[in-house]
């Protein structure tokens, strides 16, 4: 298997509701069933991702076994923010003459895009992207900017720079294109 990045963590947000369940009533069988239905398919994942068919074509394979493009999502919050913004729920295809004739496309919804990022920075589970481009954009005055602690400026300042969803930055863009991928319906670009 080739070396695949993944966080530790991946899957275990929507779990320990279901473990506190349990650890407050160890007869709850609907936490049980959910907590094994987890579990199957995170061991549906492992197989899928050991099969080559799966690695052909697909962004999140190149994304996640890229070492330069692990560098920067490890190395910088917003470029990872970006990168999540960008793969939720937009179309790309490889950049090879078949991919483009048979129109093959590859996609993923904003819950699985934030997964991937946490995969790529090997901590952490999808929630922590997870909408992160939903942002309230209302300006601080700068005496109520003041008043805030040195890590709640940095993280003010950090979601200042956020894009929304969907949004393709041109640094993005780049790297996909260089990463040999190319975004369809990129008409919202910036």
């Given at each position: 298997?080739?070396?695949?990045?993944?966080?530790?963590?991946?899957?275990?947000?929507?779990?320990?509701?279901?473990?506190?369940?349990?650890?407050?009533n160890?007869?709850?069988?609907?936490?049980?069933?959910?907590l094994e239905w987890y579990a199957d398919i995170a061991n549906e994942k492992t197989e899928l991702i050991q099969d080559e068919s799966w690695k052909k074509d697909n962004l999140e394979f190149d994304l996640r076994t890229t070492d330069?493009?692990?560098?920067?999502?490890?190395?910088?919050?917003?470029?990872?923010?970006?990168?999540?913004?960008a793969i939720c729920n937009r179309d790309f295809t490889k950049n090879d003459v078949w991919p483009i004739l048979t129109e093959k496309k590859w996609s993923c919804s904003w819950r699985y895009a934030g997964g991937i990022v946490a995969d790529m920075r090997e901590t952490g589970d999808y929630i922590d992207w997870y909408c992160t481009g939903i942002?309230?954009?209302?300006?601080?005055?700068a005496e109520d900017?003041?008043?805030?602690?040195?890590?709640?400026?940095?993280?003010?300042?950090?979601?200042?720079?956020?894009?929304?969803?969907?949004?393709v930055t041109n640094e993005i863009k780049e790297d996909l294109?260089?990463?040999g991928w190319i975004v369809l319906d990129d008409e919202i670009d910036i």
């Amino acid at each position: 298997m080739d070396d695949i990045s993944k966080s530790p963590e991946r899957g275990t947000f929507q779990k320990k509701r279901y473990l506190e369940k349990l650890e407050n009533n160890p007869d709850d069988q609907a936490a049980s069933d959910m907590l094994e239905w987890y579990a199957d398919i995170a061991n549906e994942k492992t197989e899928l991702i050991q099969d080559e068919s799966w690695k052909k074509d697909n962004l999140e394979f190149d994304l996640r076994t890229t070492d330069w493009i692990l560098e920067k999502v490890r190395a910088d919050d917003i470029y990872a923010q970006h990168l999540y913004a960008a793969i939720c729920n937009r179309d790309f295809t490889k950049n090879d003459v078949w991919p483009i004739l048979t129109e093959k496309k590859w996609s993923c919804s904003w819950r699985y895009a934030g997964g991937i990022v946490a995969d790529m920075r090997e901590t952490g589970d999808y929630i922590d992207w997870y909408c992160t481009g939903i942002r309230d954009l209302a300006e601080i005055h700068a005496e109520d900017y003041q008043q805030l602690t040195i890590k709640q400026q940095e993280e003010h300042l950090k979601s200042r720079a956020y894009v929304s969803e969907g949004v393709v930055t041109n640094e993005i863009k780049e790297d996909l294109r260089k990463l040999g991928w190319i975004v369809l319906d990129d008409e919202i670009d910036i």
